[in-house]
């Protein structure tokens, strides 16, 4: 069976034969129905169309918000501005404290003035160069706060690093007052200066006269300008005054009671006092002399006299018989003469430009005036600059938050690329799908 059926299909189907004649045949159909050629087509052309979207203008784009730098950088200006008004003020205060400047000198103040101004400066240039000069896909929002909070960063570091060595400044300029004027640098060449003035002004011609300035021999220098300005604005007499007439058995001329007036009544600020002083010298030389003696009894006696500190002491504190009784006819006035008032440690000299007779030493009224107002001004420039550092550390938490996802903030800025932050958001394709 099998071999009649393969000798049926190769008589009726000759594949060789059967396959030259469908090619040949798909040959000539392909060469029948070939495409004309262009100078065979129709000349005329279809008649135009008109174009629906020619007149349709081209699409806008949205116009990009270049304001954005303007506005931060007016905002920072401001914001600066605020915190460095409170440092600005106390540096002003200090400049134009007469005190503070002779013997503190400008630097500390015209450092803070420098510091906030530099700092406003400061921020609005690199504000300007950051929306500018600086790449678009790099305007990020974290590049302008990272900015913002170096500028105030660095004010706040320069205002502590100011404000500790303005404090080391005012203790020493205090102590050096207070305790070691003679020898302290910035007041040394004032002392000196106020010691000749103050040996002229004792004299007996130069008391008569309103002011060391009408007395014989007197020059007028700087010094002598800035001493009377600081001796009326303190209302002081003396500048760390050496009370070289104790050493020669009497005390200096102005603090000698005139005769006729009672002791316990005496002011040394009333002018009819004053002007009965300087009418009665012959009397303030003689009670010089008494004075004089008073001292040497006292000193004799008190050789003689017990021990305050020994053992016994307190018991023989009130005994009548620890110093010999004075002469009683001149003890009273010569004692009242060499006792300091309430509160001093010694005696006052006259006033150098009036007749005042203020009971107040320049050199501690200037040291308290340089402890008050220097203080002031380091705790200002101090919690000032701890402000600013603890606003940029509250700052950062706060992109740590925003980082976390916790809150979003969105900025726009300018024609960006999609890498830019401040324009759009970024998205993600993973796996086929997008994500925000």
Not at 143 to 167: C, F, I, Q, T
Not at 240 to 254: A, E, F, H, R
């Amino acid at each position: 069976f099998w071999l009649k059926l393969h000798s049926w299909q190769s008589r009726d189907l000759n594949y060789p034969s059967d396959f030259d004649s469908v090619l040949s045949m798909t040959t000539r159909t392909q060469t029948r129905f070939q495409p004309a050629r262009p100078s065979s087509m129709l000349q005329e052309s279809a008649p135009s169309q008109p174009d629906p979207f020619s007149e349709v203008q081209p699409l806008l784009e949205k116009p990009a918000n270049t304001n954005i730098g303007f506005y931060l950088l007016g905002f920072g200006v401001i914001l600066l501005a605020m915190t460095s008004i409170i440092p600005v003020s106390k540096a002003v205060g200090l400049l134009l404290d007469p005190t503070f400047v002779y013997f503190m000198g400008t630097s500390s103040a015209y450092g803070v003035i420098f510091i906030c101004v530099g700092s406003i400066f400061l921020y609005s240039f690199l504000m300007h160069f950051f929306t500018n000069c600086v790449r678009k896909d790099k305007r990020t929002t974290q590049g302008a706060v990272m900015l913002v909070s170096s500028v105030v960063s660095l004010e706040g570091l320069a205002l502590l690093l100011l404000a500790l060595m303005l404090l080391r400044d005012v203790e020493e300029t205090s102590r050096g007052l207070r305790y070691n004027v003679a020898s302290f640098g910035p007041s040394r060449d004032l002392w000196i200066y106020t010691q000749n003035l103050t040996l002229t002004r004792s004299t007996a011609e130069c008391l008569s006269h309103r002011s060391v300035e009408d007395c014989d021999g007197f020059v007028r220098t700087d010094l002598a300008q800035l001493y009377g300005v600081l001796e009326a604005t303190h209302m002081c007499s003396g500048f760390g005054w050496v009370n070289s007439s104790n050493s020669l058995g009497g005390p200096p001329p102005q603090q000698i009671v005139p005769a006729g007036v009672n002791a316990s009544d005496f002011q040394w600020n009333n002018p009819n006092h004053l002007s009965l002083m300087s009418q009665n010298l012959s009397v303030s030389r003689k009670t010089q002399e008494e004075a004089s003696n008073s001292i040497a009894t006292l000193l004799r006696k008190a050789k003689s006299s017990p021990r305050f500190d020994s053992p016994s002491a307190p018991l023989r504190i009130g005994s009548e018989h620890k110093l010999a009784p004075f002469d009683q006819e001149r003890t009273p006035f010569a004692l009242w003469d060499m006792t300091p008032p309430p509160g001093a440690t010694g005696m006052y000299p006259p006033t150098l430009f009036s007749q005042a007779g203020y009971q107040n030493s320049c050199d501690g009224s200037f040291a308290r005036d340089i402890e008050y107002k220097g203080g002031s001004a380091v705790d200002a420039f101090y919690y000032e600059g701890l402000f600013l550092l603890v606003g940029v550390i509250m700052e950062g938490f706060f992109r740590v938050a925003t980082m976390c996802g916790i809150t979003r903030l969105r900025v726009r800025m300018g024609p960006t690329s999609d890498k830019d932050l401040w324009a759009r958001e970024k998205k993600y394709v993973k796996e086929g799908i997008l994500l925000k």
